[in-house]
């Protein structure tokens, strides 16, 4: 039995354990390799390939291929091979399913139990996404883990003898897909989130866009044809862009051949030429930090940059120069990369035993513990190093902006970058005389305007007795627990009438639709 941290990302997974000696350790896939491409081909119905074999196969057929899953977690958008529609979380579950496999193949015993992590800007759906993901390759899920935590933990307890003093660590995770900049403050025996923010569909996938661009627009001025538009073709300038970014972080020169329609082009590009190209996608990046520190500032939580102590650059596309350049000229400080390809899962493994420890702890019920293999001996070694998280996203309330018209507005309870637990309050009036019941609609996120945020459920105060006056005051009170479930209670106070809900995770998917793509899993092969 063993427990591991699966880094899920956008374009490469990574699964880690803890050793003997509770240090991480990367576990190799069947290719010997430290990370897998999240890449999934359909081989047939039934035969799907994942990985190392599946990206190299995406160029000859890349209809039967689905990558940048995470991109689409959450959402209802499909992808459809041999006449069945797929959704994220059930290619998801592919991935999932092969790294649980290798994983099990070297470790030579069966995985009880993962964390698996998230970019901490995910929201309730990708994340309950990510869950049912996992539910369906029959994985349990210990926690749903923020990339930077994970990256923090594994960085501050990797130093010998752990941080002795309090840091400002800034974390700079720019991945395949996604971008976050998170504020930790690490001490010897503590991780806390200060601040979380980024941009979910910023990623090096789009810094391959861009040279993507630049040779198309190459090709066409001397062949009049954009190789883009023939998916074999578009899918091998994609695989040789990708190739000439990570050429450029070593060398001040590469070139990308591009074959399309009978021609062949080959374009030359410069690290200077790349930096500019893509000089308005780091520019993003270099706002947001921006932004965090300034939060942080106005919160009163930092004086400015000066206070931020050190800058962890981690995800793969922070190797590329002019990461490493901006941030230097930014923090004044000379960044840190930090195992960038593997801190996620290897601090996501050692989350996995503290988490399951402090449960355990917690409820006073080791069974659980025996049940993932992990003994006293192991309990004694683990880290006591206690995590505390901020909340992504902010949560609302729905209600009228004033009696006489019927516009709605987002009144926010608990805001985005409050430390978990958090709670909320307010108090709302009914809007006429005689109400005999209230709705409750919860919204995630922080505009005023109920349209830009996300409906995450709702629930009714019923039985209200006759007679209650108009303007009658019902308090409500959100909970955000540590594992992100949310809890709502509302009173109507004069009589005390009340309902109390936890939010069904919505997802989109019912138990049903989870067994149903666990078991066409199950019917599948997947290598
Ligand atoms: N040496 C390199 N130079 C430039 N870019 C690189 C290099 N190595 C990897 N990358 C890029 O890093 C990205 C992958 O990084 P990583 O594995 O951290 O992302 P991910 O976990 O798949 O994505 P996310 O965290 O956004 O979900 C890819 O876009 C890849 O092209
Ligand atoms: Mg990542």
Not at 67 to 88: C, E, H, I, L
Not at 502 to 520: C, N, P, S, V
Request: charge should be negative.
């Amino acid at each position: 039995m063993a427990v591991v941290g699966i880094d899920l990302g956008t374009t490469y997974s990574a699964v880690a354990t803890l050793d003997e000696m509770k240090k991480p350790l990367v576990l190799l896939n069947t290719d010997g390799g430290n990370y897998t491409p999240s890449v999934v081909f359909f081989e047939s119905e039934k035969n799907i390939v994942v990985g190392e074999h599946a990206k190299n196969t995406s160029e000859v057929y890349p209809e039967r291929v689905a990558q940048f899953v995470k991109n689409d977690m959450g959402s209802d958008r499909t992808w459809k091979f041999f006449g069945k529609a797929y959704r994220p979380e059930e290619i998801s579950a592919m991935i999932l399913q092969k790294l649980k496999q290798d994983a099990e193949a070297v470790l030579e015993k069966p995985i009880t139990g993962a964390v698996i992590t998230v970019p901490a800007i995910f929201g309730e759906a990708q994340r309950n996404a990510t869950r049912d993901a996992a539910k369906i390759a029959g994985l349990e899920v210990i926690a749903i883990l923020e990339e930077p935590v994970a990256a923090a933990l594994n960085y501050g307890l990797a130093r010998a003898g752990g941080i002795k003093e309090t840091q400002n660590i800034l974390v700079y995770d720019l991945g395949g897909g996604t971008f976050d900049v998170t504020i930790m403050r690490v001490s010897e025996n503590s991780v806390t989130m200060l601040y979380t923010g980024g941009d979910r569909r910023l990623g090096g996938k789009l810094w391959d866009d861009e040279i993507m661009g630049y040779v198309a627009t190459r090709f066409a001025e001397r062949h009049g044809a954009d190789p883009r538009d023939g998916p074999d073709s578009r899918q091998s300038l994609r695989l040789a862009a990708e190739n000439a970014k990570r050429q450029l972080t070593q060398k001040e020169k590469a070139a990308i051949k591009c074959d399309h329609a009978g021609n062949t082009e080959r374009v030359e590009l410069t690290r200077e030429q790349f930096d500019e190209l893509t000089a308005h996608l780091l520019k993003r990046t270099e706002t947001a930090c921006d932004l965090a520190v300034a939060e942080l500032v106005e919160k009163g939580d930092l004086s400015g940059w000066d206070d931020i102590h050190q800058v962890l650059l981690v995800g793969g596309s922070s190797k590329m120069p002019q990461v490493t350049k901006m941030m230097q000229r930014l923090s004044g400080r000379e960044p840190k990369l930090h195992e960038p390809d593997l801190a996620v899962a290897k601090g996501a493994a050692l989350f996995s035993e503290m988490e399951l420890l402090r449960v355990a702890q917690l409820t006073g019920d080791a069974a659980n513990l025996q049940r993932h293999g992990i003994g006293a001996h192991d309990a004694a070694l683990l880290p006591k190093t206690k995590v505390t998280r901020v909340c992504s996203f902010a949560l609302g309330n729905k209600c009228l902006k004033s009696r006489s018209t019927d516009e709605y507005v987002n009144e926010v309870l608990i805001q985005k970058n409050t430390t978990l637990p958090a709670k909320g309050k307010g108090t709302f009036y009914t809007i006429r005389p005689d109400q005999r019941s209230v709705e409750i609609i919860v919204l995630e996120g922080d505009d005023p305007d109920p349209e830009r945020c996300i409906e995450l459920g709702k629930g009714v105060i019923t039985g209200i007795p006759s007679g209650l006056p108009d303007e009658s005051p019902v308090e409500v009170t959100f909970e955000l627990t540590d594992e992100s479930v949310i809890r709502v209670t509302a009173i109507e106070t004069m009589h005390d009438t009340r309902c109390d809900f936890e939010l069904k995770r919505k997802t989109g998917q019912t138990a049903m639709d989870i067994r149903q793509a666990a078991d066409d899993l199950a019917r599948k092969t997947i290598e």
